[in-house]
């Protein structure tokens, strides 16, 4: 059974943040990329916290 991660309002600005820095200095492409390795990430600590 998977669990749920909260972010907590601090960490989920924060990611906001690194993500519209990162958009200035990468491309669109290597942006997405970051997203979904940070989102895979995620999901593993959902299934094996």
Do not use: C, G, H
Request: hydrophobic share 40%; glycine share 0%.
């Amino acid at each position: 059974m998977a669990i749920k991660v909260n972010w907590s309002p601090e960490a989920d600005e924060t990611f906001s943040q690194k993500i519209d820095y990162l958009a200035k200095e990468w491309s669109e492409q290597e942006v997405e990329k970051f997203i979904k390795q940070t989102q895979e990430v995620i999901n593993r600590l959902q299934i094996f916290p």
